[in-house]
């Protein structure tokens, strides 16, 4: 019985787990469509151009204060 219920838990999470895959693949494409030089990072001005939002949190999302940004660094952001 307990075992029915752990494997009816997973069934369960598979969606949630679905859900957050499809956003970090939107994230990704949206990022690949901004950085217009397709050099893996995005300046201020590919943010400001192709995502605002992430222009908008500019030196947030910029961790390591380089002055760009990479798509890791903004699905770290939008985990949180
Ligand atoms: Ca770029």
Redesign the pocket.
Known sequence: MKFLVAAFSLILAWPAAGADTSRNEEIAERFAAA?????????LA?AQAGMPRVAANFSKIDADGSG?VTLAEIEALADR
């Open positions: 950085d217009t030089n397709h050099d893996g990072r995005l300046t590919e760009t």
